[in-house]
């Protein structure tokens, strides 16, 4: 709370103080809400991709994942008012002035379907997810198996529609900044940045909720195999990141071009610490078996990872939102960010007391302690 | 030279072999080898074998690999044969990714295949000491190396009451593996 009232203060300040006008404002409405809905989405498909698999590992630390997904309203309640500034912040919304390009788009980029499409994503999101939520709550007190075969069909039709929506949802809220741009690749990189940045949050709740004496089941192992998780991802999200900008590069077309040299211009320093941050800090950090396995460690580098995809974000909307000269991080952007965390932790940590930690009737619960990583 | 005299032990079920293996341990006997038909878990850690140092290996040689790579092509395309790609720079960093990479990835492979099949001593045209042709199939064996003659009966009388089924005295000469 008292982070909530900090945060509050300091995006009072940063807006009084700081000239933000409506791009800017706009702007950070949509960064920190698409963090927050993207928070509480890659959590959501971490709980429903390991139910389909049947993993057994993560059956420990699932409350903790199902808790931040259960989240997905407030996420929604972040990024619905972009619609409010849609006009600030698309410039395709301005519909009486658009070139040949925007004019062959409009069949996509237009208002009344950009509403429904937004209406459909959080629809389905929070329903399917309120169901795996409320399903694995009644196995608490109801350990039977048709409990875990219902969360199973609920998981599968969440990722079939995710697969679809988290793509549209990431060209409709962030890629159509740039509305003369288009990269094929976009839908995954995006996804691929939420849920990494999801896996370092259910690290950082871990942690905070260990030292506040709860989920003490927790054991090596389990530390070991989400260090893995934020190793293995953070890597992939290199892997998109490269194969979407080699391509780019190499095709060298000004109309894909664009949205590079935009970045690289106006934003050089913050292009290059993105990577670093996101991929580098945590390739070296994780490399060895010991680091995976030290709670502090393991911490410190979940936040550096989910400070670099706020930059992250910061560099998929700044520089179309609101432009090199206009945009800095400054007091505005702290605060906001801030409170919105702060909110965004209020409403795990209230839907954590929910339930048990502790899913004891999950049928592979027994399992996740029955294990050990390979020397 | 150490002796060429090993008493071995069979046994036909994981669980009696791990818990063989203590109790001879708790003997003071030393034990020189175990062979299984598959890998059993916690064996490592009842034969106290350290953590192998192969993810050492694979990490320089990968770093090897990747510096290496890099180097070849920045003088390659610099230095040796210039060759203008659709106007980009000569050294042009991110077309070097893809195979600084997949180098990279090359040289830990086989750094960590080679490291492996040497360390152990184990490949083709590698000698082996072959104890007892069952373990290949389902028996699990307990080899103890033999330095003094007064030792036999000790051990021989050690491993039955650790349960091993079938106690023999093996002088198995090393074999040139069948390729």
Request: charged letters at 15%; aromatic letters at 16%.
């Amino acid at each position: 709370m008292a982070a909530a009232v900090v945060g509050f203060v300091l995006t009072l300040l940063g807006y009084f103080t700081g000239g933000v006008d409506g791009h800017r404002f706009w702007a950070n409405i949509l960064l920190n809400g698409f963090m927050v809905i993207g928070l509480t989405l890659g959590a959501g498909f971490f709980v429903a991709v390991h139910l389909i698999a049947e993993s057994g590992w993560q059956t420990s630390i699932q409350r903790i994942a199902e808790a931040i997904g259960s989240n997905i309203w407030l996420g929604a309640i972040m990024i619905v008012p972009i619609l409010l500034g849609a006009h600030s912040l698309y410039h395709w919304t301005h519909t009486e002035h658009l070139d040949h390009i925007l004019q062959m788009k409009q069949g996509y980029l237009n208002m009344p379907f950009f509403i429904l499409r937004m209406f459909i994503y959080l629809a389905g999101w929070i329903f399917l997810f309120h169901n795996i939520r409320k399903v694995s709550l009644m196995s608490d007190v109801n350990p039977d198996l048709k409990l875990f075969n219902r969360l199973r069909t609920f998981s599968g039709i969440f990722i079939v529609f995710f697969a679809i929506t988290s793509s549209t949802s990431a060209w409709d809220w962030l890629m159509s900044i740039d509305a003369h741009w288009f990269s094929t690749l976009y839908g995954w990189y995006t996804f691929i940045g939420m849920f990494v940045n999801s896996i370092a949050v259910i690290i950082i709740f871990l942690v905070l909720l260990q030292k506040m004496g709860y989920m003490n089941h927790v054991n090596d192992e389990h530390l070991h195999d989400l260090g893995k998780y934020l190793f293995g991802f953070s890597i992939f999200w290199a892997y998109l990141w490269v194969s979407q900008y080699l391509l780019i590069w190499y095709a060298n077309i000004p109309e894909e071009t664009t949205y590079y040299v935009t970045r690289i211009k106006g934003f050089e320093t913050l292009f290059y610490v993105n990577v670093i941050v996101c991929f580098v800090a945590p390739f070296f950090a994780l490399m060895a078996r010991g680091t995976k396995r030290k709670t502090t460690w393991l911490f410190y580098t979940a936040i550096i990872v989910f400070l670099g995809h706020w930059v992250d974000l910061y560099l998929a909307i700044m520089p179309g939102a609101v432009g090199a000269e206009h945009s800095h991080i400054g007091l505005f952007e702290i605060g906001l960010s801030v409170l919105y965390v702060a909110i965004f932790a209020f409403f795990v940590f209230k839907a954590l007391t929910k339930g048990s930690l502790v899913p004891e009737n999950h049928p592979y619960f027994k399992e996740s302690f029955d294990y050990e990583n390979i020397k | 030279m150490k002796s060429n005299k090993f008493i071995t032990g069979v046994y036909w079920d994981d669980k009696d072999l791990l818990t063989g293996i203590k109790e001879i341990q708790d003997k003071g006997i030393s034990i020189f080898d175990v062979r299984t038909p598959f890998p059993v878990h916690g064996l490592d850690d009842v034969l106290k074998i350290k953590r192998s140092r192969l993810p050492r290996l694979g990490f320089i040689a990968g770093a090897l690999g990747g510096v290496l790579a890099f180097y070849f092509q920045m003088w390659v395309f610099t230095q040796s044969w210039p060759i203008n790609f659709g106007g980009k720079p000569y050294l042009s960093v991110p077309s070097f990714i893809p195979v600084t990479f997949e180098l990279a990835v090359l040289f830990a492979a086989i750094s960590l295949v080679f490291g492996f099949l040497i360390r152990s001593g184990i490949g083709p045209g590698a000698p082996v000491i072959i104890f007892d042709e069952r373990t290949t199939d389902d028996a699990f064996l307990v080899a103890i190396q033999v330095n003094d003659e007064s030792e036999v009966s000790n051990i021989t009388e050690v491993l039955s009451s650790a349960g091993a089924e079938e106690v023999k005295q093996v002088e198995p000469s090393k074999t040139e593996q069948d390729v």
